[in-house]
Structure formats: C-alpha cells, structure tokens
C-alpha cells in the first residue's frame, strides 16, 4: 500500500502531497493555511438576497422579514417511536466489485453495513448507469456516491470527477469522505470553494486533480479563468440539488455541466424532486435510474417542541436553564441574522458556555474551525444562521433551538436535520413568543 503521495499518473511525475485524496490531513491543512482574503461566495451572496437567506435581514441589520406563516403545531411531534424494521441490505460491502483498498478503507471508517442508499446506489453507479438518489441528508448518500466514483477514477486513468455542493461546508465533508474511503490510492484532488485563496487552487488544478468537488460559483469562476478545462471530466455528482438550486446555482450548474464532455456519467443527489430539477436531470442525464429511500425521513426520529417566553430577557433565560440542562450536550442553536448571532454568541460566552459562531460574515477558516471544535468537543453549542449550517455533519448533535423561527417549513426541516443523524435520536426545540 502506498503510504506516500505520488500521483498514479506517473506522466505528471509530482510527489508534492497536499492534494492526494491519501492525504488527508496534509490537503485540509493546506485548504486551511490557505484561506486568504474573502471574496463574496455565492451562498454568502444567497444569505443576504436569495429568497430564504435574502429575506433573512442580514444585510439590512435586523429589518422587516418575510417569513412564511407556520402553525406552532408544525413545531410539535413527538419523535416516532414506532421501530421502523431494519432496513436488511441486499449486499454487504465486500459484494460490491471495488477496488479492495477502497473496502478496506470503508472498514477501517467502521462502516459495517450497506445503508438503504448505498445498497441501491453502489451497484447502479458501478454499471455505469446515471442515477437519481433521492435521500435526505444524513442517509449516508456521500459513500454512495464517492465509493463506486472512486472505484472508477482507480480503474480508467483518464476519467475525472467534478462534484458539485451547495456549500463550502458541504464540499469541504464531501473531499473528506474520498480522502478516507480513496486513502492510499493516490488521487489527486482539488477543492474549489470560495473563501478561499485562487491562487492555491489555481495551483492545485494544475497538477490536473482526477477530483474537483466545489460550490458552483467558485468552479465557474476558474472556468471563466481558464483554469478549470471542464471537457476532461467525465464523471459528475451534484449534491443536494435542491438545495443549490433553492441558492440560486441553476444556470451556474447548467453551464458547467453543458461543458463537461458529453460521455459522461451523471448522479443526482436530491432531498425533494420539483419541476425544475425534474428538468434540469431530463437535460443533463442519460437513462437515470431513479433510488428513492425518502421514507425515513430525518426529522422523523426528532422529538419536537416549542418553548413559549414573554420578552427578551425571559427568553434568554429560558434558554439557558435548557442548556445548562444534562442532556443538552451538543447544540446548534439558530437565529436570523450575522448580528443576531454574533449577539447571541457574545451573551452565551459571557455566561460561561462552550460556544463558537458561523454565519456568512466569517471566514471560511473560521467556519470550518467552529465546526471541527464541535466535533472535537472543545465547544458544545454553535449558533448559527441557516445558510452557514447547511451540509453540517456532525453526528453527534442532542439538540438543536430555533431561537428564532424559520423562514421556510423546508427550512425547518433542515435545521432540525443536523440532529438526529445517523439513526440517533434528537430534540428540537423552536422558541415562540407568548
Ligand atoms: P451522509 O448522508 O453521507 O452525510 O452521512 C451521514 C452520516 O452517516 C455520516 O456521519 C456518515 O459517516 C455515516 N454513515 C454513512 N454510511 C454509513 C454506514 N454504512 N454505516 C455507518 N455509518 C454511515
């Protein structure tokens, strides 16, 4: 087993590390180190225009919002309890016909079973064929896709893959996730998200990444820039296609799948399925096979319930005797606004908690920090604002607190989507005024 970068092109001959997908911590590091001066990222841009983070008044400081009507009742449920049969999968891991390093990887991550999607998206991918998955977040979907890409960019030297997500964070998991399942064999990868400096990524895409995985916006701009050859990539994954086109990507991702080469394998990875993206898959994939392991839905394994207050000073109190409470271990807590959250932040650092912020305003090394401290256990509460919190994964949340209500139920549903991952259970818990 290789244990050191090399490219497996020996034709580019490069024995730098940084990028490897089996070199995980070096890659990451560098991304970090490498954070330079923000530009404007699209889902940064999304937080202060689009329709859900536009009407979030963030760039107004805190004015008049939109905000859809949602009964309080749709904030109550309490989490099934009905035990839902284990799913039994068709296939273990060591039946799918990969690569046997990639197996050996999937058991060192501990996985031990196929999940629903991944037992009925390995196979298809592994024909050859394009696929539609529709899952939530948390169903396991990016070893379903990254496990048989993977496979593929080991055994034809001339595919590359370009994966498309909606957020920095999301890409950021995704590269992740082939650093550990693709360790050691040695696939060059660059990461191209905004935020971060062009200049590194311009250099990591000159040592011609078999993986690009990026936010649309930042792929568009080195495809304007020329340096991102689009034509050479033939394997496409687009994550959470709702979602990017519910952030305003659709002619961005138009655009760059129109240029990659025609003979090419598709996936598409989607929480809902509306018109529009029903028209974007027909335009863009050949023959989809559709997977759909929707029921199950996340929220469902989520106790739900709202904590009512009367001004402003009841209400942080309630919210602190909750935290302070044993089985709030680990919390996301929500609110409108970059002020909003920063204020918060500030309150709950003042009273002594473990808490750090992400919102649009911060870096993406700030951001990928407070999430890294939450999963280290250095912190135990993040707040966030909607658009920063989109695609985090950490599996461990206890609670997640609307300390302010959501723009959107499909928001909702998504905030309340960060716990209760991976089969564990979760509270949500939305504050209302009396
Ligand atoms: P994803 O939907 O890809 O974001 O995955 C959600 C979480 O489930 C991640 O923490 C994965 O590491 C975990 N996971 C995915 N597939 C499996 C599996 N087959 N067995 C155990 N955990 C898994």
């Known amino acids: 087993m290789q244990s050191?970068?090399?490219?497996?092109?020996?034709?580019?001959?490069?024995?730098?590390?940084?990028?490897?997908?089996?070199g995980a911590a070096g890659r990451t590091s560098a991304?970090?180190?490498?954070?330079?001066?923000?530009?404007?990222?699209?889902?940064?841009?999304?937080?202060?225009?689009?329709p859900q983070g536009g009407r979030n008044p963030a760039s107004r400081g805190g004015g008049a919002r939109a905000k859809q009507f949602i009964h309080p009742s749709r904030f109550i449920q309490?989490?099934?309890?009905?035990?839902?049969?284990?799913y039994v999968p068709v296939n273990a891991?060591?039946?799918?016909?990969?690569?046997?390093k990639i197996l050996d990887n999937v058991r060192l991550k501990g996985f031990l079973k196929p999940s629903p999607i991944q037992d009925q998206t390995i196979p298809l991918v592994l024909q050859g064929k394009d696929v539609v998955g529709i899952a939530n977040t948390g169903t396991g979907k990016t070893a379903a896709f990254a496990i048989p890409m993977l496979h593929?960019?080991?055994?034809?030297?001339?595919?590359?893959?370009?994966?498309?997500?909606?957020?920095?964070?999301?890409?950021?998991?995704?590269?992740?996730?082939?650093?550990?399942?693709?360790?050691?064999?040695?696939l060059r990868s660059a990461l191209l998200i905004g935020g971060a400096s062009m200049h590194l990524q311009k250099r990591d895409l000159r040592y011609n990444p078999r993986i690009v995985?990026?936010?649309?916006?930042?792929?568009?701009?080195?495809?304007?820039?020329?340096?991102?050859l689009l034509p050479f990539f033939n394997f496409a994954v687009l994550d959470e296609v709702d979602r990017m086109l519910d952030m305003g990507f659709i002619n961005d991702i138009g655009d760059i799948l129109s240029k990659i080469s025609k003979d090419r394998q598709s996936l598409f990875f989607s929480a809902t399925m509306e018109p529009k993206i029903e028209k974007l898959i027909q335009k863009f994939s050949r023959d989809p096979v559709t997977v759909s392991v929707k029921e199950g839905a996340t929220v469902d394994n989520v106790s739900q319930n709202v904590v009512y207050y009367s001004g402003s000073n009841d209400k942080m109190d309630k919210l602190?005797?909750?935290?302070?409470?044993?089985?709030?271990s680990k919390t996301i807590i929500?609110?409108?606004?970059k002020r909003a959250v920063e204020r918060l932040g500030r309150e709950l650092n003042a009273r002594g908690f473990k808490v750090d912020e992400i919102h649009g305003d911060k870096s993406q090394a700030q951001r990928s920090r407070a999430i890294k401290r939450l999963k280290a256990d250095e912190i135990n509460i993040l707040v966030a604002t909607d658009v920063a919190a989109r695609g985090i994964d950490v599996s461990d949340i206890t609670h997640v607190i609307n300390y302010s209500t959501p723009n959107t139920y499909d928001d909702y549903c998504h905030r309340i989507g960060r716990t209760a991952r991976a089969g564990k259970s979760g509270i949500a818990l939305t504050f209302l005024p009396r």
Request: hydrophobic share 30%; proline share 4%; aromatic share 6%.
């Open 31 to 50: 991304g970090h180190t490498s954070f330079g001066p923000r530009t404007p990222h699209p889902a940064q841009r999304h937080e202060r225009h689009s």
């Open 4 to 22: 050191s970068y090399s490219h497996s092109d020996s034709r580019r001959g490069s024995s730098s590390g940084h990028s490897s997908v089996h």
């Open 152 to 186: 593929d960019l080991i055994t034809n030297m001339d595919h590359r893959a370009i994966i498309m997500a909606p957020t920095r964070e999301l890409a950021e998991q995704i590269l992740q996730e082939c650093f550990t399942f693709g360790k050691g064999c040695g």
């Open 78 to 86: 309490e989490a099934k309890t009905v035990e839902k049969a284990e």
């Open 213 to 228: 995985v990026g936010t649309p916006g930042r792929i568009q701009d080195h495809v304007r820039q020329g340096t991102l």
């Open 320 to 328: 602190h005797d909750l935290l302070i409470g044993a089985e709030c």
């Open 334 to 337: 929500f609110d409108d606004t």
């Open 93 to 100: 891991f060591e039946d799918f016909a990969v690569h046997k």
